[in-house]
């Protein structure tokens, strides 16, 4: 079982950066793909991001050349560095752990972005 404890939501102007982080342990998968996701009230949940054991990132196109995200292989951590906010990001943002058909969820951390 992996467990995923995010941090770092909250409240910011439009325009404005927050950075998400997230700590992975238990059974971390040596493949796995660590990433985000988000899910605005009243819509399905969407990946933001993500990123390999290599390295290797995929972002959805409408956070493209804003938001960056990391990971810290060694302490099993995944960060989301978000700027230029704008209210269409507000959503509840979940970090992820995927392997093999496999997603493991943490319990999300609210970002909400004011107009």
């Known amino acids: 079982q992996v467990r995923l404890v995010e941090s770092g939501g909250g409240f910011v102007q439009t325009a404005g950066p927050l950075r998400l982080s997230c700590a992975a342990s238990?059974?971390?998968?040596?493949?796995?793909?660590l990433g985000w996701y988000r899910q605005a009230l009243g819509s399905q949940r969407e990946l933001v991001a993500d990123?390999?054991?290599?390295?290797?990132?995929n972002y959805r196109d409408s956070v493209k050349g804003r938001f960056t995200i990391s990971r810290d292989k060694a302490k099993n951590t995944v960060a989301l560095q978000m700027n230029n906010l704008k209210p269409e990001d507000t959503a509840v943002y979940y970090c992820?752990?995927?392997?093999?058909?496999?997603?493991?969820w943490g319990t999300g951390t609210q970002v909400t972005v004011a107009s």
């Open positions: 238990g059974r971390i998968a040596p493949d796995a793909v």
């Open positions: 990123i390999t054991i290599g390295g290797i990132t």
């Open positions: 992820n752990h995927r392997t093999g058909g496999m997603y493991s």
